[in-house]
């Protein structure tokens, strides 16, 4: 039972160009929702996140959208540079007792072209 | 920021033998770490909770007892896979949160297990 999808393995986007990965969850309970960035044989890195009380979260090139009636939320990059070409993961975690505990979607691999 | 250090970054054992991984929040204490696990081409997956003083927490599939989950100080904690098989390789990555705020988990590197 995957909660977290991220339906599109694999992202190419020209230099510059806005690159917009997806995720979709299908817990209600998931109130708090994260991006991650991953390079092969390293941990992830820290992104971006976002409450389910807001719908958008901004920082630097970074924005997350949140949809919570269609339990969607969207990554933007804006503009795609070169050293963004990684594996993205966003992950979500319900609040209470199991804040912490993350589920993550599969990944979407990023490659961005000069 | 937080930083979360993982050691060793990659190790290869036999059949059979045990290893220890620790992980280590440097600049912040963490009443709660987490242990995941990623196989190639897959999802990271949450194999256990670290409570530090208290038993760890293992989701539903994990053996317990294959995989020793010790807290004991509010920057350390350490996994275990005991009697390891080569099904069991993999990577491994540890992570924390700074405790008492809503803060984003920070992970470690990982740690590359290959059993042979």
């Known amino acids: 039972d995957q909660q977290v999808k991220q339906n599109s393995p694999s992202l190419s986007v020209q230099e510059g160009r806005i690159s917009i990965l997806n995720c979709d969850y299908t817990n209600s309970m998931f109130d708090y929702f994260l991006w991650y960035k991953k390079y092969p044989a390293e941990g992830p890195t820290f992104l971006i996140s976002?409450?389910?009380?807001?719908d958008k979260n901004e920082d630097g090139r970074f924005t997350v959208f949140l949809n919570k009636s269609a339990k969607h939320l969207s990554l933007h990059i804006v503009p795609s540079q070169p050293g963004d070409s990684a594996v993205y993961f966003c992950a979500a975690s319900a609040g209470g007792t199991s804040y912490g505990k993350l589920t993550f979607g599969q990944g979407t691999i990023l490659t961005v072209h000069p | 920021g937080a930083v979360v250090s993982q050691h060793p970054s990659w190790v290869i054992c036999k059949s059979g033998t045990s290893v220890k991984i620790e992980c280590r929040s440097l600049d912040f204490q963490a009443t709660t770490m987490f242990w995941y696990r990623q196989f190639p081409k897959q999802s990271l997956m949450l194999m256990a909770t670290s409570n530090e003083g208290s038993k760890a927490t293992y989701e539903q599939g994990v053996e317990k007892d294959k995989f020793l989950i010790n807290h004991a100080s509010l920057t350390l904690s350490t996994l275990t896979v005991t009697s390891a098989h080569p099904e069991d390789s993999s990577f491994y990555i540890c992570s924390a949160r700074e405790q008492g705020v809503r803060s984003p988990l920070h992970f470690g590197n990982g740690t590359r297990l290959t059993v042979t």
């Open positions: 976002i409450s389910s009380i807001k």
